[in-house]
């Protein structure tokens, strides 16, 4: 079964390795004033794979030079260093939507790129960190090999510190609930997310920490997307549309049989379905049928039809509500300590509705950009566009909260 841990976690690194960064532009390494203000002085990111610059399954330097990161680094004028990865990746990133394959002969990890070895990260994000990951020394269930690899046996807090920020970006987004909603969509599996209070201690605590090490700090935290804000997943109703369907089962290397619970009327009318459970069927991994409430129409279906890579109605409400209360927490927490607030759920909305950077469905005919050209292949990170699109309404949010004239992204 294709799960999203295969795409965003990595095989374990080994060793603890030397803590290296790369600077991309030797002009941000002296101790100038940043041209966007003093404010900018000294920029960290904290956060994990979107932030870290992951996609389509895999991260190498290239795809960490696209982050939102990075591009805000370039316009507040600062420094910027950062634990590059050596080509082709590490994992190298899927190249190929259809057939799932990486670049031929890659390696599971190439490693890093040695060169500008230095102390100071500006970009503390991991692939596949939660909110439990900011503090924790010992790693958790959500750790892997770049945690190690990125922070050299620190946390993000600390690795953060050593920077001595005074402005930062906190992205921990998504990890927390939707590795288990769109990995699998099992009712059972969903018992994994974390619940509303302790997201809520574990940024605590992590906020505690940072400002009692930097106490004129500013940033911005990010919010958590919805489900129907991921291009993953699709509605429903998209299997009733016969051109959609017919690129479906050409994946699927099948024609499938849609079960009555996913029609108009039916109790998943409105469940959202995994794109890549048609690279499932093809796998062999899964029936040729797609039911959209576990059991189908008639209840009857063998487990786990209907539940795995799905998210029918009462699932959504579930995890909505989840989502709602972190974003809720992390709203009023930024306000109670003079940060900035951004609802990522206002842009994908709107770049969804357009169509242009991000497609409403997934287009299963294209090899390279199935979901968009502003997505990764995996469906959940953003790629170069998206980035350039997060950067820009970030430096709105930044501009009103911190009278501050950073000028957008080109």
């Known amino acids: 079964m294709l799960r999203l841990n295969n795409l965003t976690r990595v095989a374990v690194i080994g060793a603890a390795v030397a803590l290296v960064a790369c600077s991309d532009n030797p002009k941000l390494l002296g101790p100038t004033t940043p041209v966007g203000g003093e404010i900018f002085k000294s920029y960290v990111a904290l956060g994990n794979s979107i932030t870290a610059g992951y996609q389509s399954g895999g991260i190498v330097d290239s795809t ?44 599971p990890c190439a490693l890093r790129i040695t060169t500008s070895v230095t102390d100071i990260l500006n970009n503390v994000a991991v692939p596949g960190a939660s909110s439990f990951d900011l503090t924790a020394t010992n790693g958790t269930p959500f750790s892997n090999g770049l945690t190690t690899f990125v922070l050299g046996g620190k946390t993000q807090v600390e690795r953060a510190l050593q920077a001595k920020p005074t402005f930062v970006t906190i992205g921990i987004v ?193 090899a390279t950009a199935p979901f968009g050209p502003g997505m990764s292949l995996d469906g959940v990170h953003p790629a170069a566009a998206v980035h350039r699109e997060i950067a820009n309404a970030l430096i709105s949010v930044i501009n009103a909260k911190y009278q501050t004239t950073l000028a957008p992204v080109q």
């Not at 370039?74 to 190249?95: D, E, F, S």
């Not at 990995?183 to 574990?202: E, M, W």
């Not at 040729?288 to 063998?302: E, H, K, Q, W, Y």
């Not at 209907?306 to 809720?328: F, K, M, R």
């Open 174 to 366: 998504g990890n927390d609930y939707l590795s288990f909603a769109v990995q699998d969509g099992r009712t059972a599996v969903l018992a994994g997310i974390t619940p509303v209070a302790t997201f809520s201690a574990n940024y605590d605590a992590a906020l505690t920490q940072l400002l009692a090490g930097a106490p004129e700090l500013k940033g911005v935290i990010l919010g958590n997307a919805l489900p129907t804000n991921v291009p993953i997943l699709f509605d429903a109703a998209a299997m009733s549309d016969p051109v959609f369907k017919a690129k479906f089962d050409a994946q699927a290397g099948k024609t499938t049989t849609l079960d009555p619970s996913c029609l108009a009327g039916g109790a998943g009318a409105t469940s959202l379905i995994n794109t890549f459970l048609a690279h499932q069927i093809r796998a062999g991994a899964h029936p040729a049928i797609v039911a959209c409430v576990p059991g189908g129409a008639s209840g009857t279906l063998p487990a786990p039809i209907g539940d795995i890579l799905i998210l029918d109605p009462s699932e959504q409400t579930s995890i909505n509500a989840i989502v709602s209360g972190y974003n809720t927490y992390l709203q009023n927490k930024a306000n109670s300590i003079g940060f900035a607030y951004f609802d990522t759920n206002g842009l994908l909305t709107s770049l969804k509705a357009a169509g242009t950077l991000i497609l409403p469905r997934p287009n299963y005919a294209s």
């Open 64 to 107: 960490q030079r696209q982050s939102y990161a990075r591009l805000l680094a370039l316009q507040m004028g600062t420094q910027y260093h950062y634990a590059a990865l050596a080509k082709p990746g590490c994992p190298a990133p899927i190249v190929n939507f259809n057939t799932q394959a990486r670049p031929a002969g890659a390696p």
